[in-house]
Structures are given as C-alpha cells and as structure tokens.
C-alpha cells in the first residue's frame, strides 16, 4: 500500500467517524502527518493512533484532531490560540483553516523541532511561544477559538477569560488518565456554555515555569 492510498484510507476512517466537515478533512488532507512523527513510527504516519515524541509528549491521534479541529469550527477570519504545539501537526491543520494560530509549548526543543518542521511545509501563519500555555497568550488576547491539546486540571479559566464573546475554546478536562473533550462557548453576557463531546486521554497541562529542555 503507498502512502497515499494509507492516507485515503485513514480520511475515510475518519468521516465514517464522524469527522465530515470538509473544510477540517481538506486540511488535514492537505498535511502529510509524516512530517511530524518520530522517524521510528514512520510505517505508522498513517494509522488512526496517537505516537510518542521526544519528551516523553505524544502527536494526537488522527480522529482526535479531527473531532477537536471540527468542534473549534474555525473560520478564515480568526485568530486561534493553541497550547501545547508539541509535534506541531495540530498547528499545522489548524493554520489550514485560520488566519493566523498562535501556540505556546513548555519543552524548548520540541519547539525548536516544531517550528522547523512548519518551516518545511512553508506555513508562514503560526507564531510560538515558549512558555506556560497555562496562562494563554495575554499579550495577543483575546481569540477567536482557543484549543487545548494537554489536559487542563479542572475548569480553563484563564483561557476562557481570552476568548472574544462568541468565542469558543476546546480543551480537555480532568485529572485522570481518561478526561472529557469539553467545547466552552463566550456568551455575549460574559457567562460560558459547556457541552462534554466525548472521553479522551491526554498528556497532562503541567502547570508552572517551562522547560529550558
Ligand atoms: N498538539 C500536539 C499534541 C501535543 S501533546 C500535536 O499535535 O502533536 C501535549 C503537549 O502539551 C506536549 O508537547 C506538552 O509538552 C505540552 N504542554 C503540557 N503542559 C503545557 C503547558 N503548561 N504549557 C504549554 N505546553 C504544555
């Protein structure tokens, strides 16, 4: 099977699941995951599941990104935060679909690596930042859409105060292994509408100073 009929098949595997907005499958089409995965899982690029990166960190699995890509329902206009660029392929399908994503990692050199590899694939609209995406990104707040790929503790409340009403932030919530992908929408009287989509497993949002690793 050659990479790209791999790729069909996982596109595929992804509407059946329900991944059907086509402006998120075209996107995703339209980035070769392999750029992104380890060397040594690269026979795996193309199957439906989440992989290890350096710092003991993962790249989502496909139908994940996805979901959550879909659930954030990004627009050509918005300004997207997102924290935790680990591998950078998130970013990277999301910078298909905004104007401008910004995203703030912990670890220095999965940064360094994500940045490089953004660079390959000439996406010119991501700006990062390295630090405690904990916080967000006061300085160019507030967002559009704000999504969250490590699994925040409890409620995102210093995220949720940098979404624009009407914005929509998509994280991850819980302490455990398994958390539940939550979509928060700003309302216009500064109150925010939680629905649960569906349970997940994430590496955890680390709170405090980054990682100069
Ligand atoms: N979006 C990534 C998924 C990365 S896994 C991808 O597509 O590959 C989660 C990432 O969140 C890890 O790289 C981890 O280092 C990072 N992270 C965890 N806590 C963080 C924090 N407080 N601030 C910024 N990044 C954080």
């Not at 790209?4 to 907005?21: C, E, K, N, P, Y």
């Not at 298909?96 to 050199?109: G, I, M």
């Not at 916080?135 to 160019?140: D, S, Y």
């Not at 819980?174 to 497993?201: H, P, W």
């Amino acid at each position: 099977m050659t990479n790209a009929d791999r790729q069909a098949r996982l596109i595929l595997s992804l509407r059946q699941q329900g991944v059907t907005d086509p402006r998120v499958l075209k996107a995703m089409e339209s980035i070769d995951r392999a750029v992104f995965v380890h060397e040594r899982f690269l026979d795996q690029a193309w199957e439906d599941q989440a992989l290890p990166i350096d710092c003991a960190q993962t790249i989502s699995q496909p139908y994940i990104v996805g979901l959550m890509t879909q659930a954030l329902d990004v627009k050509p206009r918005h300004r997207v935060l997102e924290i935790g660029t680990g591998s950078g392929y998130q970013c990277a399908v999301l910078s298909r679909l905004a104007r401008y994503v910004y995203s703030v990692e912990r670890y220095k050199s999965l940064l360094k690596e994500a940045e490089g590899k953004l660079k390959t694939l000439r996406i010119d609209n991501v700006i990062t930042r390295h630090g405690d995406g904990g916080l967000g990104w006061p300085e160019q707040a507030p967002f559009d859409r704000i999504m969250v790929t490590a699994a925040a503790p409890g409620e995102p409340t210093d995220l949720l105060r940098q979404l624009k009403p009407g914005g929509v932030l998509v994280a991850p919530v819980g302490k455990t292994s398994v958390q539940m992908l939550n979509r928060y929408t700003a309302e216009e009287d500064g109150s925010f509408r939680r629905e649960s989509l569906i349970e997940v497993r994430f590496v955890p949002l680390v709170e405090g100073a980054a990682k100069e690793q």
